[in-house]
């Protein structure tokens, strides 16, 4: 035992003198690049003392950034997340210049400007040194993995661990993309659990799991189980299922409230805190996390205790490590993330205006603007949280935690602006790969077994938008059926995709800025419309009650007659006096909700599923005055978005509500033979259930006697 520990002593040692010489080495290069940095006097120093200097500035600047850095970053906790990425910089390069005037000659000086640079480059090279070296060594490599992660490690009980359950939600990444992704050898870490590969980590191509097939398939690992989504395709309504076991009465991603008088929308602080605690009072039960939990990049909590980069608690006032931009500060903690992470941003943001500027070129169709600040947006959702989020995850995992929960925006993001099959989107798969496969190795060095559980909370659906098919918006053709003046000029519709929020939370701005009318004056008496991708919904804010058909054929006689009629639009969830609730569609179509199992009507073309998906919206007491869903084109699986998306979700219609679940053999299969997952909550069900085969500590059952057995 102590022969062991000197020789672990003697490598930490030893690793350290080599970063120390890399570090050195690179000081002088970078003193004989740069015009603004010098080692040596005006009068010319020996090479052994410019030698001497060097190593003496890397090894002050090692130590300055080893001791002084966290204490930094610490001070600067009311900074908001993303300004402490760029302030990094300046931090660091005024490190460096105060370990240069710790060198005892006193010769050596950098221009503020080229301080930066070089204290950029050597974190980055001594970052990169120190994690090569540590890969031969598995404890120097588990070390590495804690410091990164900014993560303690706990001690667990002695003896042998249950397993602990890791939950990755790719977002916006629907059962059939996974499996054309894997088809097409983008995503070989997948591949290989669902056993695909063959054996070096290459898809056979088939995009089924098989087994043990010929060409030396690996043996699979894991299921891949397809889950039918709720009528509200989106995000805010499946993760609250999933995370806290009800998503009940959340109709839209965004809908009008007439109790408060008061716009809703999913990815704003103030409304997820809300629908989180609307859901625990529900069912009564915390959330899927509440059993030593953590919950990472996510709109709701869970219950977890560890929370970081979580939408609900973005506006409280909470200790240190549990708001909501702690990840962030975990994160750049080590300034090496913050080059790697802010290099990587760039590049990505350089490659959203190259493919965009190419699609336009090419005069590509669909196609929306993806101009202003949007490819910024784009590099936050696929490199910055993405990293964040990774490293959040794996000290979670060093730490023994025993479910971790966290939400991967990046697919999402891009296949909003870039199309669900686009080759923009199918690069961000690789890359999602690439982190799981992170996660999968570090769960090699955790203090106890883990399972993987990779799942999504939606699909996407492509087609152009409303807009540019018939070139006017939903909110103009409610207008013109009620009769009202409609603007020469459309304003378009904002964007609901998630990762907008995520950034506008991290800079500590409003989510919605102007736009969208929170509070409507009371004596408003114009519709109110809201568009929830290819789902629109439209509410009459003076009425205080949710109104009827023929109320609304009173007060607008030609409105749902044009809106049934028109040939963008599906079909219409509208009240009724008569029979409680009515799907209207084309050519005069009325079905009551409790006859649509015999006479789908204009349901038919959206699938079996759909009468269920309507019913229960129907009662929901927010549902709106007026349920508007696009047409769908089943032959190529179109939609049109009534906001300004060409690969949209949150309505019904084609791969939008096709979810996946990929699970480890060792869980249950998440139903039995012949039976479907339906809806969010049924996904929470399963994940308890599975949380409680893993014989660790019990997840509570929840209290109310209504919900359907798993």
Request: with cysteine.
């Amino acid at each position: 035992m102590r022969g062991r520990r000197w020789r672990r002593v003697a490598s930490q040692v030893g690793r350290s003198i080599a970063v120390w010489a890399v570090s050195t080495v690179t000081m002088l290069v970078l003193a004989g690049i740069l015009p603004d940095f010098h080692l040596q006097s005006a009068d010319g120093d020996s090479a052994t003392s410019i030698a001497v200097t060097a190593a003496l500035g890397a090894g002050a600047f090692g130590l300055l950034s080893a001791l002084v850095w966290p204490l930094l970053v610490r001070l600067l906790l009311l900074v908001p997340a993303l300004v402490l990425g760029t302030l990094v910089f300046f931090l660091n390069g005024s490190l460096l210049i105060v370990a240069l005037r710790l060198v005892p000659s006193g010769d050596s000086e950098a221009a503020p400007e080229t301080a930066v640079i070089v204290a950029a480059v050597m974190s980055a090279v001594a970052s990169g040194t120190g994690a090569a070296l540590a890969v031969r060594d598995d404890d120097a490599y588990r070390r590495r993995l804690y410091r990164l992660a900014d993560r303690r490690r706990r001690a667990l009980p002695p003896g042998p661990s249950s397993p602990g359950t890791v939950f990755v939600q790719l977002d916006g990444v629907g059962h059939d993309v996974l499996l054309d992704a894997v088809g097409k050898d983008l995503m070989p870490t997948v591949a290989r659990w669902l056993g695909n590969s063959d054996g070096n980590g290459k898809s056979n191509g088939n995009g089924k799991s098989n087994g043990n097939g010929p060409g030396g398939t690996a043996r699979p690992t894991h299921r891949l189980t397809p889950w039918r989504t709720d009528w509200s395709s989106q995000t805010g309504a499946s993760q609250l299922g999933i995370l806290h076991g009800s998503n009940h009465d959340v109709p839209a991603f965004r809908w009008y409230e007439k109790a408060g008088r008061e716009v809703m929308v999913c990815n704003r602080p103030t409304s997820a805190a809300e629908l989180q605690r609307r859901a625990i009072e529900r069912t009564g039960d915390g959330g899927l996390l509440t059993a030593d939990g953590a919950s990472r990049g996510n709109l709701f909590s869970g219950g977890a205790d560890e929370q970081a980069l979580v939408l609900s608690i973005a506006t409280r006032r909470r200790g240190r490590e549990n708001r909501s931009r702690a990840g962030y500060f975990a994160y750049f903690s080590d300034p090496a993330n913050a080059v790697r992470t802010a290099l990587s941003f760039v590049a990505e943001a350089g490659r959203e205006i190259g493919q965009s500027t190419r699609a336009r070129v090419r005069k590509a169709r669909p196609r929306v603007s993806r101009g202003g600040l949007y490819p910024f947006v784009r590099a936050f959702a696929t490199v910055v949280e993405r990293d964040v989020v990774v490293a959040a995850v794996m000290g979670d995992m060093l730490a023994g935690r025993t479910s971790v929960y966290a939400d991967l925006v990046a697919y999402d993001e891009v296949a909003h602006h870039s199309g669900p099959f686009s080759r923009d989107a199918e690069k961000v798969l690789e890359r999602l790969d690439r982190a799981l496969a992170l996660i999968e190795n570090v769960a090699e060095h955790a203090p106890r077994p883990y399972r993987i559980v990779v799942l999504s909370d939606h699909g996407q659906s492509p087609g152009e938008t409303f807009r540019a098919r018939y070139g006017l918006g939903l909110g103009d053709l409610v207008r013109a059926g009620c009769g009202l003046p409609v603007p020469r000029r459309a304003q378009r519709t904002r964007s609901g995709a998630e990762a907008r929020a995520a950034v506008r939370a991290a800079l500590r701005i409003p989510v919605e800025e102007g736009g969208e009318r929170h509070r409507p004056s009371r004596r408003s008496s114009e519709p109110i419309v809201l568009a929830s991708g290819n789902l629109g919904l439209v509410s009459f804010p003076d009425v205080p009650h949710r109104m009827t058909k023929e109320e609304i054929d009173a007060r607008h006689p030609a409105l749902l007659t044009t809106l049934a009629n028109h040939p963008g639009v599906g079909f219409l969830l509208v009240r009724s006096e008569r029979y409680g609730g009515v799907v209207l569609g084309a050519y005069g179509a009325e079905i009551p909700v409790d006859r649509l199992d015999d006479d789908p009507g204009p349901l038919e073309v959206f699938g079996p599923s759909a009468a269920d998906a309507v019913r229960r919206t129907h009662s929901f007491p927010n549902a709106a005055d007026i349920m508007v869903n696009s047409a769908y084109e089943p032959a190529d699986g179109e939609v049109l978005a009534f906001e300004e998306q060409i690969g949209s979700h949150g309505g019904l219609g084609g791969a939008q509500g096709k979810a996946f679940l990929l699970s480890p053999l060792a869980f249950s299969a998440p139903a039995d033979h012949g039976e479907d997952v339906v809806g969010a909550e049924h996904v929470h069900r399963v994940l308890r259930r599975w949380l409680r085969e893993s014989d660790g500590p019990q997840v509570p059952v929840p209290r109310r006697q209504d919900q359907r057995a798993a």
